[in-house]
């Protein structure tokens, strides 16, 4: 079994993490990435600029493999959109002949499994390889073997619906992307170039955004400076919490200032009114009535709804546990992520700041030499740094290789985060604003708020769906 080499799902940053941290150990490697390039996923939130910088966006053992070809880093502490990890970065990396060797772009893998066992059979089940199906670009399917796997596919693919009951709400059918033909024209799931190429999509609009997080708070951003333009634009925020403290952060006290300031504009914008603000507002329905969409729910006790032309949504994602249905699992049963990992980073549970360095001894899964990595090990946690993937891969990579003193010395120096931003959690799942330990601004009273102005109510059925 040992000729076969470590099979990587996955070609964002932290799956490349770990193909560089194999070929450093002189380990085989193949890499497989859905997209037609690799980063293909920070490519879709190419306009985004991330909120830490570049010495926290690399990866030791690919800044290795680049500097030993004469490529430049880019400049330390400056912050970098997507698009600029991908082309600065990411790309460089694939160019080099050691990765281009391994990387199997358009292959998505569809399911993994261990070779003649199937989830039942124990026999001889860990030293059996793993059995990978993937499907090609030409729509065809082939099937790879591997000694060991390791999964950072993300959770960018599989968003979080709408519905306020972890459901697609009645009507946000469920079709790829919780899209139907009807709506698809009207609904966006993640985060839409709202300067750029998505600009006249909205202009002029009346826009929902769904979601509290840095992705959300991105969007709500961009489509008030398009209301700066166009002044017929609208944005309606709709919130499942109704702790704005939260969503805008550690401000000034964040220790990444680029997203404290994020929070702080946002806070600004609220304040001029860019905004109105529904919250709490906990969707059920979403209906097509004539060019619009009707939204509804509960707002704060009461029956909802508004009409909007635009539904953008905003509220984190989840993981894919379907390419791994044969597999051994031991998953939380709350967060999706490995059990032991678990109370580290459950928004229920811990507080801000308080991620501890973790490798491969929390990610181990009962299924012998396959690990999860990346966003995809966090499961339904949203607070997933890139830092922290690469430690996860580099030990796990030590792990594999048998160096259990490298894999064991695990070693992450992360900011404190300063702020628990969440896209998916109730209101005061994580920081409770009379915690010491939660280093947020002074908390903002809902009196504050801009509430849902009245135009903004609309006669709509609320149970069912048209
Ligand atoms: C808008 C945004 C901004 C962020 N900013 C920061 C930041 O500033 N700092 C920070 O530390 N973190 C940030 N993050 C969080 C996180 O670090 C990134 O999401 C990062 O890209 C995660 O890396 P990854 O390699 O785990 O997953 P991804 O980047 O999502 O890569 C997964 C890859 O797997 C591929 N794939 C998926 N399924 C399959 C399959 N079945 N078969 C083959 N390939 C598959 C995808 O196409 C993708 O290329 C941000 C996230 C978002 C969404």
Known sequence: MNEHPVAIIGGGPVGLAAAAHLLERGDSAILFEAGSTVGASVLDWGHVRMFSPWRFNMDAACVRLLEATGWAAPPPDELPTGAELYERYLRPLTELPVMRGIIHSRARVIAVSRRHHDKMKDRGRDDAPFVLRVA???????????????????????????????????GESRSGSYQTSGQRQRVWYGIPDVKNSARERYLGKRVMVVGSGHSAINTLLDLARLAEDEP??????ALRGANLQRIYGGGENDALPARGRLGLLMRRAVAAGAMEILAPFRISNINNHGSALVISGDLDGALYSAEVEELIVCAGARPDLRINRELRLDLDPVVESSRALAPLIDPNLHSCGTVRPHGEAELRQPEKDFYIIGMKSYGRAPTFLMATGYEQARSVVAALAGDWAAARDVQLNLPETGVCVSDFTDEDACCDPNAVDCCAPAPVALEDIPLASSQARVQAPIIGNG
């Open 136 to 170: 090609l670009a030409d729509d065809s399917e082939s099937q790879f073997l591997a000694r060991a796997v390791i999964d950072a596919s993300g959770t960018w693919r599989n968003p979080n619906p709408a519905g306020a009951d972890g459901l697609p709400a009645l």
């Open 232 to 237: 017929k634009t609208s944005i309606v925020w």
